[in-house]
């Protein structure tokens, strides 16, 4: 009988008979590691040790000599965690955690010794030189020119690696006693294979399970991360000390139909928001939000409260604009003059004119969600619907024409409109 598969190697092609897909290496390589062409002719030159020719940036054996320092830290890393005394605070902080040895060791967590030159001494033992560490962006040249000293120092060591699994750079993460004013995460710095911009930490591992769901959960720390995949959630990425971005967004479209953002439930979550509103109005993309109770991260809810907690939360989450909504309402104070109402009420309007027309729904579920929205904010104001609508249209035209919105002035509603409102948090 004939293969599901074929490849002709003389040829350099193949076909899927199933799902009647065809074409060269690259096109193979493109729709197996979900990448676009340039990523595979570089992986494909790569393998064949062919550099490839361009205008500027860094060659073939540049990022070689890149991933091979990388790859080799991280062992470093990871030995240190496993097996010195120097890691034992780092041991114990992670279990305490309740971070399982199996899961730390499944994804090479490391430890880098809260000392001077401590990877420079491993790799004078090892021959590599300090130049390609500082390529790396793995030491720092003192100020006076006379040396360098390790960028880690007693920190706990998260591997950063592309797509391909191929490690890029590191996160390091402080331990609980050290000084008050230390960063609690530093990454490495970019080069010519890392960028914290277009990467997310552990898709490497997690690109699978995103592809079989159809759907990215991203967190925001690596431990969250973890624990979400040692409690069975495996279709998870970490943002690295950023917000979620437009390159991000595009990176997980490759897997996923829709992405998920879990904020944590303080201050800092509801400021993510907003920055998860601006992807959507720069990528037609379907991104949810999922907030979690005030005072929990993704790592306590998964570990403690278990993954059926987390999926049901999960499973509630509500696009950014219905997110946005409920934030600018809970907020509004009890004796909310009607001024402050509504600037609400226009805050709403020029978002919704804002994302409407960049919106994944089709034209008629468009149609729909924005007479859902403005439905909730005549009911809630006691405004006329029709008011709302001729208002998020002029909106809608100036954003098209450049202009400077008008103020909350143009919309035309004599303030004696406003009937007494439930000032209950409005429903999803």
């Known amino acids: 009988s004939r293969p599901s598969l074929q490849i002709n190697p003389e040829r350099q092609t193949f076909r899927c008979w199933v799902c009647n897909v065809g074409g060269d290496a690259f096109s193979f390589l493109m729709r197996m590691d979900r990448l676009d062409f340039r990523e595979a002719l570089e992986q494909l030159a790569d393998r064949a040790g062919i550099e490839l020719s361009r205008g500027h940036g860094a060659g073939t054996d540049v990022k070689r000599s890149l991933y091979e320092v990388c790859g080799w830290a991280s062992d470093r890393f990871v030995d240190c965690f496993k097996n010195s005394s120097l890691a034992k605070e780092a041991r114990a902080y992670l279990r305490e955690r309740g971070l399982t040895d199996e899961t730390l060791e499944a994804n090479t967590v490391g430890f880098a010794p809260n000392e001077w030159d401590w990877l420079l001494g491993q790799a004078q ?8 560490l500082e390529q790396a962006g793995l030491v720092v040249t003192r100020q006076d020119r006379s040396g360098h000293y390790d960028r880690f120092r007693g920190r706990i060591m998260f591997p950063i690696c592309d797509p391909q699994g191929r490690c890029v750079a590191f996160g390091g993460r402080v331990l609980p006693n050290a000084p008050p004013d230390s960063a609690k995460y ?73 992405i998920v953002v879990v904020l944590d439930g303080d201050d800092a979550g509801r400021r993510r928001a ?14 949810r939000i999922a907030r979690l109770p005030a005072g929990i991260d993704p790592c306590d809810q998964c570990l403690t409260a278990g993954p059926e907690a987390f999926e049901a939360i999960i499973n509630e989450a509500v696009d950014p604009l219905d997110y946005r909504m409920r934030e600018t309402f809970e907020r509004l104070p009890q004796d909310a003059s009607d001024e402050v109402a509504l600037n609400a009420v226009e ?26 929205i403005l439905g909730k904010l005549a009911r809630r104001f006691g405004l006329s619907r029709d008011a709302l609508q001729a208002r998020l249209q002029e909106l809608a035209r100036s954003r098209r024409t450049n202009d400077t919105s008008p103020s909350h002035e143009g919309l035309r509603i004599d303030a004696t409109e406003l009937a007494p409102w439930d000032r209950e948090v409005l429903s999803a």
């Open 274 to 287: 907003d920055e998860v509103l601006e992807v959507l109005l720069a990528e037609p993309v379907d991104i």
């Open 125 to 132: 033992s090892s021959g590599i030189s300090t130049s390609h």
């Open 347 to 372: 805050s709403v309007l020029k978002i919704l004119a804002a994302v409407s027309p960049r919106s994944p729904l089709p034209p008629s579920q468009r149609q729909l969600r924005q007479d859902q």
């Open 186 to 258: 530093i990454n490495s710095p970019e080069t010519p294979v890392f960028s914290k911009q277009s990467m997310l930490y552990g898709l490497d591992s997690s690109r699978e399970a995103i592809s079989r769901s159809r759907r990215a959960l991203v967190v925001e720390g690596y431990t969250d991360c973890l624990a979400a995949r040692q409690a069975g959630i495996h279709d998870v990425v970490a943002v690295l000390g950023t917000a979620l971005g437009q390159r991000h967004a595009r990176l997980l479209r490759r897997y996923a139909d829709r």
